[in-house]
C-alpha cells in the first residue's frame, strides 16, 4: 500500500459526459502528479500540483483540468468526454516538487462508452 | 524532444534466469533516469534510480547504470524469480530549471515480463 487513494476504483459513463476524480495524497506530500495509461497512448504525465499550485503540465487535453486544494488532495475534471479518454488514470504523490521518489495510488479505471 | 525507448516484449524467462531490459533515452540535457514496476492491478512502485552519468541504481536485486556515452539505462537481474513478473517502465526527467518549475516526465511503453518456474 503506497498510501496514496484514489476514488472510485471504476467509473462508467456515456460520451459527452463530465467526471471527477480524486487523489489523496501521501500523508506529508505536498507534491500531486496525474497520468493516464491507455492502450494507445502509453503511460502519459498530465499534470502536477505542488502545494496548491499548479506545476508542470505534460500532455493534458483542454478539456481536462485539475486543481489541488488546500488540504492537499486532487481532483482531475474530465469534460465533453469521448470514447479515446478511455483509460486508467493514476495519480502519484512526492514530498517536493522535482518528480522524484512519487508513489502511485492504485488507480481509477474510466470506461466511456 | 526528451523520450525514452524501450524494448518491446513480452519477455519469458525461467527462473534463476538473467534478465536485461533495455531502454535508452534522447535528452537535450542531462535528465534523471528511472525504472518503475508494475504488478497486476497495482499502481507503480518506483524501482531504481540514478541522476547523473555514471550513477548505478540498485534496489532488489535490479541494477542500472546510467551511461550517457550510449544514452542507456538497461535493467539488469542476474536471477529473476517468479514474483519478479510484472511490467517494468523506464522513465526520464526532464529538469526544467533549478525551481523545478515545468518539469516533465515520460516513460517508456514499458516491457512485460514473466518468469516461469
Known amino acids: 500500500d503506497s498510501g496514496v487513494t484514489q476514488t472510485p476504483k471504476h467509473l462508467i459513463t456515456a460520451t459527452g459526459q463530465r467526471v471527477t476524480l480524486r487523489c489523496s495524497p501521501r500523508s506529508g506530500d505536498l507534491s500531486v502528479y496525474w497520468y493516464q495509461q491507455s492502450l494507445d497512448q502509453g503511460l502519459q504525465f498530465l499534470i502536477q500540483?505542488?502545494?496548491?499550485?499548479?506545476?508542470a503540465k505534460g500532455n493534458i487535453l483542454e478539456r481536462f483540468s485539475a486543481q489541488q486544494f488546500p488540504d492537499l488532495h486532487s481532483e482531475l475534471n474530465l469534460s465533453s468526454l469521448e470514447l479515446g479518454d478511455s483509460a486508467l488514470y493514476f495519480c502519484a504523490s512526492s514530498v517536493g516538487p522535482g518528480f522524484n521518489e512519487q508513489y502511485f495510488g492504485p488507480g481509477t479505471r474510466l470506461t466511456v462508452t | 524532444g526528451d523520450s525514452v525507448t524501450q524494448m518491446e516484449g513480452p519477455v519469458t524467462l525461467s527462473e534463476e534466469a538473467f534478465l536485461t531490459i533495455n531502454c535508452t533515452y534522447t535528452?537535450?540535457?542531462?535528465?534523471?533516469l528511472f525504472w518503475y514496476v508494475q504488478y497486476p492491478g497495482e499502481g507503480l512502485q518506483l524501482l531504481l534510480k540514478?541522476?547523473?552519468?555514471?550513477d548505478k541504481g540498485s534496489n532488489k536485486g535490479f541494477e542500472a547504470t546510467y551511461r550517457k556515452e550510449t544514452t542507456s539505462f538497461h535493467l539488469e537481474k542476474g536471477s529473476v524469480q517468479v514474483s519478479d513478473s510484472a511490467v517494468y517502465f523506464c522513465a526520464l526527467l526532464y529538469t526544467a530549471g533549478v525551481t523545478n518549475t515545468g518539469n516533465q516526465f515520460y516513460f517508456g511503453t514499458g516491457t512485460s515480463l514473466t518468469v516461469i518456474p
Open positions: 540514478a541522476t547523473k552519468a555514471d
Open positions: 500540483y505542488y502545494n496548491g499550485e499548479e506545476r
Open positions: 535528452a537535450t540535457g542531462y535528465p534523471s
